[in-house]
């Protein structure tokens, strides 16, 4: 596992602090590792939907239902 040294602003740390604090998380470690695994999934979202418009400015009009675009939204929301 790759180790670095970062630094946080004081309001950033103390948020931080309350977050182990309140057992939510059992180090610094493990809260910043969780918010990269959150903001990767969010950006992979965030890539799925632009590709598929992207695709539909390219394509024209899609045939899938408004219900299979949204289950397919829904099975990468819930990974």
Partial sequence: ?????????KPNDDWLNLQIESKEYSSKSELV????????KQQA???WIRTRLEN????????DS?????RQSKS???G
């Fill in 56 to 63: 539909a400015e390219q394509k024209g009009f899609t045939t």
């Fill in 45 to 47: 979202e965030v890539d």
């Fill in 66 to 70: 408004k219900e299979e675009i949204l």
């Fill in 76 to 78: 990468l929301h819930n």
């Fill in 1 to 9: 596992m790759a180790r670095l040294s970062i630094s946080f602003t």
């Fill in 33 to 40: 590792n969780d918010l990269i695994r959150q903001a990767r």
